[in-house]
């Protein structure tokens, strides 16, 4: 590639006028009239407040308003800044002058979510005095400021949402950005990619970035390698969290985060016990809260008792932690399951068939095996050929389906 790989492409490709903002026609529109409006003596609102999930282009829309408006963007990220006295070294005193080119600003504080942990001290009372002082257009970024402690925030601000972007925007965006960059996408590769992000664009644009490093295709291939091997990264990274630590509160958490079913970590936990407890009585201990905590899946499975998962993810998590007295030192390389883990996923498959089996059956008055064997392979192939969403969620909410459900029809092959 001729392009300099060095410069993220999120930042190389971000929009340079509020039209190129992707997926966020209102939002834009609403910042633009915010900022143009802007008066430092008749305004009544002077911030605005933009939120929305990571990667829906809040940050990315305020540079693109300030290059179209030919403004200056002065930039202070508020997780950097606890404290009132680090907010208002930085932006208190640029809110109100102009720069040496006498061009005027937006006061861009970014990710006020920052502020709500334990060691603020003043920051959000820092933020409301930088607002009322200054002579130039806020502008702060959160991904969720429902907090109490931003409602003097939320109240001195035009409150402008971002929706998360569907996978659509972001395989276009993805598909710009590949042509920019000279790059031979395949069509089901930037699905893929599109897919996995979540509706974070900037995710999706970096990890376009990362597997076209060094050259100039991207496969569904690739694409496939790179989920299984982040999906691995974060269990790997929660096994350090479980073997790591006798604290219950850190082993509660480990997988929380962790996209993956249960039934898997299960079977990384199992595997990799062994490589690291050394210990008989603590292997031992570990292997009880283990059977337990298998206990409780048999009970849900046979019972339907959804209930009961929490306690066998604490069990899993909790129990593998507490049976030893200290943690080990030194690292252990992990072992990904095979057969344990292809059986757990499997009876996850069949699960979930059954499930979705139960649902219709209730709802068409018919016996599960037959929706099994005749009624469901045909809506699967409804469901895999249908392009009409909007058709394809009313047929789901009519069967009782939710979208993980009716998503799990249209993969499958019917």
Not at 89 to 97: D, L, N, P
Not at 160 to 165: A, D, K, N, P, S
Not at 310 to 321: C, D, E, F, K, R
């Amino acid at each position: 590639m001729s392009q300099n790989d060095s410069i993220p492409w999120a930042r190389k490709h971000q929009p340079r006028s509020f039209g190129e903002v992707v997926g966020q026609p209102e939002a834009a529109e609403a910042l633009v009239k915010f900022v143009r409006d802007f008066d430092a003596r008749r305004s009544k609102k002077k911030a605005a407040l933009l939120y929305g999930p990571v990667g829906c282009g809040k940050t990315s829309s305020v540079y693109a308003v300030a290059a179209e408006l030919g403004l200056e963007v002065l930039e202070t990220n508020a997780s950097d800044f606890r404290n009132a006295e680090g907010i208002k070294s930085v932006a208190g005193a640029a809110s109100r002058q102009l720069s040496l080119f006498s061009k005027g600003k937006i006061i861009l504080v970014d990710e006020i979510d920052g502020l709500a942990g334990r060691e603020d001290r003043g920051g959000v009372g820092a933020v409301q005095e930088v607002i009322e002082q200054s002579a130039f257009p806020v502008v702060m970024t959160a991904n969720d400021p429902s907090d109490k402690k931003f409602a003097p925030l939320r109240k001195a601000s035009v409150m402008v949402e971002f929706r998360q972007l569907s996978n659509k925007d972001v395989k276009e965006a993805l598909a710009t950005v590949a042509a920019a960059e000279k790059i031979t996408a395949d069509e089901d590769a930037l699905a893929m990619l599109a897919n996995r992000s979540a509706g974070d664009l900037r995710g999706a644009i970096t990890d376009l970035q990362l597997l076209c490093s060094g050259t100039s295709r991207l496969t569904k291939d690739v694409v496939s390698e790179l989920s299984e091997r982040n999906r691995a990264e974060e269990i790997e990274s929660a096994l350090l969290r479980v073997f790591k630590t006798t604290d219950v509160a850190i082993a509660a958490e480990a997988f929380e985060k962790v996209e993956a079913q249960p039934e898997e970590c299960f079977a990384w936990i199992d595997e990799n016990l062994p490589q690291e407890y050394k210990k008989p009585e603590e292997l031992a201990a570990a292997y009880e809260a283990l059977s337990k905590a298998d206990v409780f899946r048999g009970r849900i499975m046979s019972r339907q008792h959804w209930r009961l998962l929490s306690y066998y993810t604490q069990l899993v998590a909790i129990g593998t932690a507490i049976a030893k007295e200290k943690k080990y030192e030194g690292t252990v390389q992990f072992k990904q399951p095979t057969r344990g883990l292809k059986i757990f996923i499997a009876k996850a498959k069949h699960q979930k068939k059954l499930d979705i089996a139960a649902k219709i059956a209730e709802k068409l008055h018919s016996p599960r095996p037959a929706v099994l064997s005749d009624t469901l392979p045909y809506l699967r192939l409804i469901f895999s050929n249908e392009k009409d969403k909007e058709k394809l969620d009313r047929m789901a909410a009519e069967l009782g389906l939710d979208a993980d459900e009716a998503e799990w029809l249209t993969r499958q092959q019917p």
